[in-house]
């Protein structure tokens, strides 16, 4: 009996000291947001802000060029996974349901693709940015952003395709509709979870970057990230207007999770080990 207790007991006490680990420092930006100057730099650490303020979220707001970095970060972030999504379908149902030479060759290059480190990269994509005359442009950022997550997005989709019964197609096709249709109407509403998650992990990926918009783009061109690296600069040793920079920065890419956790992991789940 005692062996059995300790053996329930052990893996949710480890389960919560993983939590408090990776949580604490995400509470800790958040609290010092909030702080007021004095307690930030106070010796003794304080862990509760009760006379909070908002004076450091006005300041990060108030920057110069604020919304103008967001609405880039936005742009490509979104446009990206638009992309990713458009031609990862399309790939991806060509790879499920089509046979033709080089099938397989295909497939070993999007996993060699997927495994790359992409930050190899930069130097070649910055040389074909300079000499197309494209520096401080959001169209590299976006194309390459999208072809990041191409890869994973075509696997993952394939998985859902493949494990879509061709019946279900065919008997569409029975019923009149083209090929193009009974993709549509059978066989893109599945997937559903898969576009969820693959979604949820493009946008994740494209919003955190920062080597290549840190080779390519300045000034203007910035996106969120590089301008938060530059942030303390700015502003000198603000550290809580650098924290609440910080928190907004991380509030988008919570919001989706909250929204999309339960498809996201499904589909992630599911289009692993489906096909």
């Not at 300079?130 to 890869?151: C, G, I, Q």
Request: net charge positive.
């Amino acid at each position: 009996m005692r062996r059995s207790l300790f053996g329930r007991t052990w893996p949710n006490v480890i389960a919560v000291v993983l939590f408090v680990f990776f949580i604490f420092p995400v509470y800790w930006m958040v609290a010092t947001s909030f702080k007021q100057d004095r307690d930030i730099i106070s010796k003794t650490p304080v862990f509760l802000p009760l006379d909070g303020t908002l004076d450091h979220f006005t300041t990060a707001v108030d920057a110069p060029n604020f919304w103008t970095y967001v609405l880039n970060s936005v742009t490509v972030t979104v446009g990206a996974v638009l992309l990713s999504l458009a031609i990862a379908t399309l790939a991806s149902f060509a790879i499920a349901r089509m046979k033709f030479r080089g099938r397989k060759t295909f497939v070993l290059i999007i996993m060699v693709a997927q495994m790359a480190p992409w930050e190899v990269m930069t130097i070649a994509v910055y040389m074909i940015s300079r000499d197309n005359d494209m520096l401080n442009s959001l169209l590299p950022l976006t194309l390459f952003y999208m072809m990041m997550v191409l890869p994973f997005t075509i696997w993952t989709l394939r998985g859902f395709i493949a494990a879509v019964p061709k019946e279900l197609e065919e008997s569409a096709m029975v019923d009149g509709c083209t090929r193009t249709q009974a993709f549509v109407k059978v066989i893109f509403p599945l997937l559903a979870p898969g576009l969820m998650s693959t979604s949820l992990f493009g946008f994740i990926t494209a919003w955190n970057e920062f080597p290549l918009v840190l080779i390519l783009n300045k000034e203007e061109g910035k996106t969120l990230p590089l301008w938060l690296s530059s942030f303390k600069t700015a502003f000198g040793n603000d550290w809580g207007a650098t924290m609440a920079a910080s928190t907004m920065f991380a509030i988008p890419v919570l919001i989706l999770f909250i929204f999309l956790q339960r498809k996201a992991v499904g589909g992630l789940t599911d289009g692993a080990v489906k096909g």
